[in-house]
Structures are given as structure tokens and as C-alpha cells.
């Protein structure tokens, strides 16, 4: 009996890694294509094309609560910072989610 129950204490604990790891992967991918994002409109990216305007369009989807964080005149600075920002939140409770399903 106690080994049944230890096999499924560690099938569960399979399934919570298997979540903790699809989460961190979610929470990573948007933080690169923020960083993605970032990149595009600082380097100046050609809006027009297909690949700078589907990013652009995810980024600025994803850091909706952190637009207008800060508000430099500079308009390449105020999205390094306030996207930079979503970055750094993004990992970090990513992060802490995974190990909280790890535990």
C-alpha cells in the first residue's frame, strides 16, 4: 500500500514539473519577445514588415499595464524602460510561479 501511494505522490509530483516547466517556457517566450519588441523600436524596424509588426503587436499587447510607466521625452528610452521593466516582471514571476508548482 505505502508504495502505491509513493508512485502516485511522485506521478503527481511528474505532473506539477511538467506544469511548472510549460509556465516558465510561457512566461520566457514573452519576455523575449518584449525584449524582441524592444529591439525593433529602438533599431528603428521597418513597421511595414510582417515579422516587426506581428512582434510589435504581441510586445505592446503584452506590456499593456506597463505602458506610460515612465514617460521620457524620448520616445526609443521610454520603451526600453517601461517594456525593459515588463521584462524583468515577467521572468521574475515566471519564475517564482514554476517554483511554487516545484515545491
Known amino acids: 500500500m505505502a508504495t502505491d501511494e509513493n508512485s502516485k505522490a511522485r506521478g503527481g509530483r511528474g505532473v506539477l514539473d511538467v506544469i ?15 525584449v524582441l519588441g524592444i529591439l525593433f523600436v529602438v533599431l ?29 521625452k524620448d520616445e526609443k528610452l521610454a520603451t526600453a524602460i517601461n517594456w525593459g521593466i515588463a521584462v524583468i516582471v515577467y521572468v521574475v514571476v515566471g519564475t517564482f510561479i514554476a517554483r511554487l508548482l516545484r515545491r
Open 44 to 72: 528603428e524596424a521597418n513597421p511595414d514588415n510582417g515579422i516587426a509588426s506581428f512582434v510589435n503587436d504581441i510586445a505592446d499587447f503584452l506590456v499593456g499595464p506597463f505602458d506610460d510607466l515612465f514617460e521620457p
Open 20 to 34: 511548472a516547466t510549460v509556465v516558465s517556457t510561457v512566461f520566457r517566450l514573452a519576455a523575449l519577445l518584449i
